[in-house]
Nanobody, 122 residues
Framework: QVQLVESGGGLVQPGGSLRLSCAASGSIFSINDMGWYRQAPGKQRELVASISSDGNPNLVDSVKGRFAISRDNAKNTVYLQMNSLKFEDTAVYYC????????????????WGQGTQVTVSS
């Protein structure tokens, strides 16, 4: 099994910054893409950013120029640096990882973290 543990959420004023971390552990051969989604109250979960195993980032338009995604492959950890936060960034943020296990099939499974609350409020 694989576990993803997130940290770094909290309450911040508009214009402030937070850094989310998500560490994967368990039965991991390798990790392909890692990413962050968010879900605001009454809304569907949406992609925020993703990053490939070789570090190629992808961010949705609403966070470009404000957020940055990075990863440390040695630590199986993905980060989301969030700057210039806005009220509309308030949501529960979930990380995910596409993990290749040790089975002969080499199957890839997407795992999710438990979510961390980010609240932007004055």
């Amino acid at each position: 099994q694989v576990q993803l543990v997130e940290s770094g959420g909290g309450l911040v004023q508009p214009g402030g910054s937070l850094r989310l971390s998500c560490a994967a552990s368990g039965s991991i051969f390798s990790i392909n893409d890692m990413g962050w989604y968010r879900q605001a109250p009454g809304k569907q979960r949406e992609l925020v950013a993703s990053i490939s195993s070789d570090g190629n980032p992808n961010l949705v338009d609403s966070v470009k120029g404000r957020f940055a995604i990075s990863r440390d492959n040695a630590k199986n950890t993905v980060y989301l640096q969030m700057n210039s936060l806005k009220f509309e960034d308030t949501a529960v943020y979930y990380c995910n990882a596409d993990v290749r296990g040790w089975s002969e099939s080499g199957a890839i499974t997407r795992y999710w973290g438990q979510g961390t609350q980010v609240t932007v409020s004055s």
